[in-house]
């Protein structure tokens, strides 16, 4: 009983050492989990927290850039405005000199006269396009059609097109040519056909012949070669003798010529006026010229001398070769200028 005891005891306590050390295992494996457990957290953590740090700056560079852009704007609208500011302090400054008020007094005067002359371009534009189309109605519809279709007469693209199209799809049978020379190279139905011939009247007969006898492989690409070559040299000599015919039909000149000794010019090819209701070239573009110094004349300050004298050009006067609503308004601003003169233009305008 004692040596069981004993010797269960000893199992026992050996029993009690190999679960106390199986315990420290586990305590030792938890606590070394735990330690990564919380690297992990910590790594984590500071992750993060950089993650937090780094979309911080990324917000603070955006605001502290559109604060920058803020500042460049407005730094550059004070600029404008300052530099607004000077040249109206500078402009107000010049005014009060002996040019700079005689600026002031022209560009009153230049504000008046350029409207009136835009006024005037308008309505001889206007009387030109009335006169065309009351032209343009009394003309034969088919005089209309013969001068409207003469371009395409004389290009004849359709016709063009088609000789093209043909030359080009002669590249198909061609090619099919390439092949039946192929197919008829790897061929034996020629020579069986051949030597079937060479035994009529011995065992076979003409029609068993002619029964074996091969198609010709190239006579369909020829059918169609001759067939497209000859249609590109019908299309092309068709629209060289069309074109040529359209070249020497004198209709569509003899009518544009009676037209013309009708009415002067051709309403037909004629979409306005071609020239201006005065006489004198050098107000050509003279409306432009004051406009632009009328609005660049106070940066450009410019002297009494180089002001552009303002003046009225004078009209042409009615013509029995101009239509009547040109003449009636050149009738009109015959009328107008003899007013204008009367008063003293055009510091008439003005008033």
């Not at 099919?176 to 076979?204: D, H, I, K, M, Q």
């Not at 006489?279 to 450009?300: K, M, P, W």
Request: hydrophobic residues 45%.
């Amino acid at each position: 009983m004692r040596t069981f005891r004993k010797h269960g005891c000893g199992l026992m306590v050996y029993g009690n050492y190999e679960f106390g050390k199986d315990m420290g295992a586990i305590r030792a494996d938890q606590a070394a989990s735990a330690k990564s457990l919380k690297s992990i957290q910590v790594t984590s953590g500071l992750s993060m927290m950089l993650n937090v740090a780094t979309a911080a700056n990324t917000a603070r560079a955006a605001r502290s850039a559109e604060e920058q852009v803020a500042v460049q704007r407005e730094q550059h609208a004070l600029q404008q405005a300052m530099a607004a500011q000077t040249a109206r302090h500078e402009f107000s400054m010049w005014r009060q000199t002996p040019e700079g008020a005689a600026f002031v007094e022209w560009q009153q005067r230049a504000l008046a006269l350029v409207p009136f002359l835009r006024g005037r371009d308008r309505s001889w534009q206007a009387a030109w396009a009335r006169a065309i189309g009351v032209a343009r109605a009394q003309t034969p519809a088919d005089e209309q059609r013969r001068l409207t279709q003469h371009p395409a007469r004389l290009r004849q693209t359709p016709l063009k097109v088609l000789s093209i199209v043909s030359f080009v799809l002669l590249a198909l049978p061609l090619i099919g040519l390439g092949f039946a020379a192929l197919t008829a190279s790897f061929s034996n139905g020629r020579a069986a056909y051949e030597e079937c011939l060479r035994n009529v009247g011995e065992v076979l007969t003409q029609a068993n012949c002619d029964a074996i006898e091969p198609a010709n492989p190239f006579t369909g690409p020829i059918v169609w070669l001759v067939l497209l070559f000859g249609l590109g040299v019908v299309f092309a000599v068709l629209r060289v003798v069309r074109m040529r015919a359209a070249r020497t039909d004198r209709r569509v000149t003899d009518e544009g010529a009676a037209r013309v000794a009708r009415w002067g010019y051709d309403p037909l090819v004629t979409h306005g006026a071609w020239y201006g209701w005065h006489a004198s070239e050098t107000f050509v573009g003279y409306a432009d010229r004051l406009e632009q110094l009328i609005v660049n004349g106070a940066t450009l300050r410019p002297s009494v001398a180089q002001l552009i004298p303002l003046q009225v050009p004078t009209p042409w006067q009615p013509a029995d070769h101009l239509p009547a609503e040109v003449n009636g308004a050149l009738a009109a601003m015959q009328d107008e200028q003899a007013s204008l003169s009367a008063d003293g233009a055009p510091d008439a305008l003005s008033r």
